[in-house]
């Protein structure tokens, strides 16, 4: 079984930064592909980035290239997302997830998924 513990959530400012930490507990962190999606409210969840084992990086380029950085330090579980330039389009729950099959978009392709962190952007 994998927990996730997402943190790092908060309000701020149009223009703004933060930096979102996700913990992993278990033995399969190292060996599978994270994914950090958003669901912001009445909208579908959707994919922000990704990254392989490898750190080989995906990101949801209409949304987030340019702003967003996903990174992971496999030595302490660890999965991060640090948004810069934050829009108040990006209000959202963000949740980050496991995923053992490989990279992949795909919420279904997502084992296990943290609890999520509020992310609210004023204008």
């Known amino acids: 079984q994998v927990q996730l513990v997402e943190s790092g959530g908060g309000l701020v400012q149009a223009g703004g930064s933060l930096r979102l930490s996700c913990v992993a507990s278990?033995?399969?962190?190292?060996?599978?592909?994270m994914g950090w999606f958003r669901q912001a409210p009445g909208k579908e969840r959707e994919f922000v980035a990704g990254i392989t084992k490898s750190g080989v990086m995906t990101y949801n380029t209409d949304s987030v290239k340019g702003r967003f950085t996903i990174s992971r330090d496999n030595a302490k579980n660890t999965v991060y997302l640090q948004m810069n330039s934050l829009k108040p389009e990006d209000t959202a729950v963000y949740y980050c997830?496991?995923?053992?099959?490989?990279?992949?978009?795909?919420?279904?392709?997502?084992?296990?998924w943290g609890q999520g962190t509020q992310v609210t952007v004023s204008s």
């Open positions: 997830a496991v995923s053992p099959y490989g990279s992949t978009t795909a919420s279904s392709g997502y084992a296990y």
């Open positions: 278990g033995r399969t962190f190292g060996s599978s592909s």
